[in-house]
C-alpha cells in the first residue's frame, strides 16, 4: 500500500515527551499539495514497508521543536506501516548515556550536536551508515564534504565511517540591521570584511553607534564572543587550520587564534563601536542585545547574531522593514571562499534494523526537509530540497546564504571538551572583551586550562 492510499487508514503512535501516548493520523501537508517533492515521497513509500514494526527514537527536542519533529515523522509512519515513538528530553545527554549504559538504547537517537555523538561512536553505541554515505552528502549538501566529515568519527575498531544524517541547522554567520538607517544615511550592505570594517569606522564618524553586543547569558554568559571568533578563524584560516584548533591539534594559543581573537576585539574592544561600551557588554542578556536596533533613534545599526535571534526581537517587529540581515562577510583579499559557522542535529541509528535505516534514508530524501522546514525556524543545506518549501521569505532567505557555503563548520566551543569549550573560552572572552586580559593573555588561559585536564 503507498503512501497516498494510506493517508486515511493508518494511524500514527507517537509518543510525547511526558510518556503519554497519543494517536493521531493527521498529516500536516495534503499529499500532492504544496511546494513539496511529493514523488520522491511517494517512491520511498513504494519500496518500504515495515507494517507491524515499531521505531523508538530518543532525541532532544521538547514542546514545539517536538512538534515539528513528529509532523515529519508521521509521513514516515504513513509511508511504511511503522508505527514511530518519540521521546524527548530535556536532559538527553544523560538519558542516552544511561540507556546506552542499561542496554535499552532506542532504534534511533537525534543529537542536537555531534561531539558526544562521536563518544558514543567509539564506544560501538552507534551504527556506521553505508559507506556511500559521504558521497550522497557531496551529491547533496551544499559544503557536502564539511558535512560528511561532521558526521564521521572514528568506529570501535579505529576505522573512520559515516555515522549520521544532519537534519535540521542553524546559520550562525549573520548580521542583523537597520534597513531603513541604512538608507537614510546612504549605507550599502557589505560585501566583503573590508567593507564591514570600512562602513563600522564610517557609521562611527557619523556620530552613531554600529554595532549592538551582549555576552550575558547567565551561566553561559560569554558564548557569542566565541562565535564570533569562530567565524574570524574561519576568515582568517584554511577550514583544516580551524579543525586543528578545536581538536587541540595546535595549541589555543596559536598565533592563527590570537590573531583572530583580535579581529574579534577591532570590533568590540572599541568602545566608540559597540553600544554602551566593551565593559558592558557582559552585563548585556544576548536575547536583550538587538534591541537597539528597535529604538528611536537607534542605538545601533548592527547586530551579529545566529538566525535564531528574532525569536527575542520585540513584539511587533516586521522582517525586511524594521530589520533584515546580511552573511558576515569574509575578506576579499584571503581568498578563502564562502565559509558559514552554524550548528546542527545529527540523526544516529542506535540499533541495526532494517526500520531504522530505512528511517535514515528518509531523513535524507528533500521530501523530509521541506517538511521541516515548512514549519519555520529550521534551515536546511539540502540542495534538492525546495527552497519554496520555507515558511517565510526569512528563512527562505537565510536557507539561500547555507547553500550558498563554500565550507561549513559546526559551532567550534561545542566541540570542545565542555570544561574547555563551555566554561575556559566563555570565561577568557568575556575578560578580553572588558580589557582584563589581552588577546595573548586569554589564549594562554584557555591553552592552560586545556593541558591541565589531559
Not at 532532544?60 to 518519540?86: Q, S
Not at 581538536?247 to 574579534?264: G, K, L, T
Amino acid at each position: 500500500m503507498n503512501a497516498l492510499a494510506r493517508k486515511f487508514a493508518a494511524t500514527t503512535a507517537l509518543v510525547c515527551a511526558g510518556g503519554a501516548a497519543i494517536a493521531d493520523n493527521h498529516l500536516l501537508r495534503t499529499p500532492g499539495d504544496g511546494p513539496y517533492n511529493w514523488g520522491v515521497y511517494e517512491d520511498f513509500a513504494a519500496n518500504h514497508d515495515f507494517t507491524g514494526q515499531t521505531l523508538s527514537i530518543l532525541g532532544a527536542g521538547t514542546g514545539v521543536d517536538k512538534t515539528r519533529l513528529e509532523n515529519v515523522f508521521a509521513y514516515f509512519a504513513e509511508a511504511t506501516g511503522a508505527t514511530v515513538t518519540y521521546s524527548g528530553s530535556d536532559s538527553f545527554e544523560q538519558d542516552i548515556v544511561i540507556a546506552m549504559q542499561a542496554g535499552t538504547l532506542p532504534d534511533v537517537a537525534m543529537f542536537p550536536q555531534p561531539g558526544l555523538a562521536r563518544d558514543l561512536a567509539a564506544r560501538g553505541a552507534i551504527v556506521a551508515l553505508p559507506d556511500s554515505t559521504r558521497d550522497w552528502y557531496k551529491e547533496n549538501f551544499a559544503a557536502g564534504d564539511s558535512w560528511a566529515d561532521l558526521a564521521s568519527f572514528p568506529g570501535p575498531d579505529g576505522a573512520t565511517h559515516v555515522f549520521g544524517t544532519i537534519f535540521g541547522t542553524d546559520v550562525k554567520s549573520l548580521v542583523w540591521y537597520s534597513p531603513e538607517a541604512f538608507e537614510e544615511n546612504g549605507y550599502e550592505v557589505p560585501e566583503t570584511m573590508e567593507a564591514l570594517k570600512a562602513l563600522t569606522e564610517q557609521i562611527a564618524a557619523d556620530g552613531m553607534t554600529p554595532f549592538c553586543l551582549g555576552l550575558g547569558a547567565g551561566a553561559g554568559t560569554g558564548w557569542p564572543a566565541t562565535d564570533w571568533v569562530e567565524d574570524f578563524m574561519l576568515r582568517t584560516q584554511p577550514p583544516e587550520v580551524y579543525d586543528q584548533w578545536v581538536n587541540h591539534q595546535i595549541p589555543f594559543d596559536d598565533p592563527r587564534v590570537v590573531a583572530a581573537i583580535e579581529d574579534y576585539g577591532w570590533f568590540a574592544r572599541n568602545d566608540h563601536l559597540v553600544d554602551g561600551g566593551s565593559k558592558a557588554a557582559a552585563t548585556i542578556d544576548f536575547r536583550d542585545s538587538p534591541d537597539g536596533l528597535f529604538e528611536f533613534p537607534p542605538k545601533c545599526l548592527m547586530h551579529k547574531q545566529a538566525s535564531f535571534i528574532p525569536n527575542f526581537f520585540p513584539d511587533g517587529v516586521e522582517m525586511g522593514v524594521d530589520v533584515d540581515f546580511f552573511y558576515f562577510p569574509a575578506y576579499e583579499g584571503l581568498d578563502l571562499g564562502r565559509p558559514i559557522l552554524g550548528s546542527g542535529g545529527l540523526a544516529t541509528v542506535t540499533q541495526d534494523k532494517p526500520v531504522a535505516q530505512a528511517f535514515m534514508e528518509y531523513l535524507q530524501t528533500p521530501f523530509a526537509h521541506e517538511i521541516f522546514m515548512s514549519q519555520g525556524q529550521i534551515l536546511t543545506p539540502h540542495l534538492k530540497a525546495n527552497p519554496d518549501a520555507y515558511a517565510n521569505d526569512t528563512q527562505r532567505k537565510l536557507g539561500e546564504i547555507l547553500t550558498s557555503a563554500t565550507t561549513f563548520r559546526f559551532d567550534g566551543s561545542d566541540l570542545m571538551p565542555g570544561e574547555i569549550g563551555t566554561d575556559a573560552f566563555w570565561n577568557a572572552m568575556v575578560e578580553y572583551t572588558t580589557g582584563n586580559l589581552t588577546a595573548e593573555e586569554a589564549a594562554a588561559a584557555v591553552e592552560t586550562r586545556w593541558n591541565s585536564i589531559k
